[in-house]
């Protein structure tokens, strides 16, 4: 299960309004990173995005708290990882995100047409599948699924599909499935 991500971008408020309106959730803003809000998805599994300054990168700590003795009362503050400005912020990264929307197509399309995002349909590995890539600030790809969509990602990535699709076997889980699922 992924429960959160941190993207940065150059107006976290708008950024963090329009994923919640995407994702029928809400924003407030997170502490930890100045300037910074969380958006929830509001679905019952803590579904997350931080959402940071653009030129915010997140830092290990230094050191590591003693193991003797630990439990939920030791401090770690000192020794976590912080949030922290950069002089070199990335313009593009590898990092994207895939959410779930109750949105259709064109509601999606027509949310990144009011921001001046970059937004389009398409069909990854030759129609396979389908998603909406919306340009965050037309830096960082958010992809977006409508429910129509959803079902079809899900179809595909299920382990018989894939074990067949690419003709090969796919271990056994080792541990029996749960209610784990990805973030959406």
């Known amino acids: 299960m992924i429960n959160h991500i941190s993207i940065a971008v150059h107006n976290p408020e708008k950024v963090a309004n329009v994923l919640a309106e995407l994702w029928n959730g809400f924003a407030i803003p997170f502490p930890p990173a100045?300037?910074?809000f969380i958006v929830f998805a509001n679905d019952g599994k803590g579904s997350a995005v931080e959402i940071t300054p653009f030129d915010t990168v997140l830092i290990p700590g230094e050191g590591l708290p003693p193991e003797e003795n630990f439990d939920e009362n030791v401090r770690t503050e000192e020794y976590e990882a912080?949030?922290?400005q950069t002089d070199a912020p990335a313009q593009y990264v590898a990092t994207h995100l895939n959410i779930n929307?109750?949105?259709?197509?064109a509601e999606v399309?027509?949310?990144g047409k009011r921001e001046g995002w970059r937004v389009l349909t398409c069909n990854r590995d030759r129609?396979?599948?389908?998603?909406?890539?919306?340009?965050?600030?037309d830096r960082f790809m958010l992809e977006v699924m409508t429910p129509e969509q959803t079902a079809r990602y899900v179809e595909i990535t299920n382990p018989d599909f894939i074990a067949q699709a690419f003709q090969m076997m796919i271990p056994p889980p080792t541990v029996a499935p749960s209610n784990l699922s990805l973030i959406g």
């Open 82 to 84: 912080k949030f922290v």
């Open 127 to 137: 129609g396979l599948f389908q998603l909406i890539e919306l340009w965050i600030e």
């Open 34 to 36: 100045p300037n910074s």
């Open 101 to 105: 929307t109750h949105l259709n197509d």
């Open 109 to 111: 399309k027509a949310i």
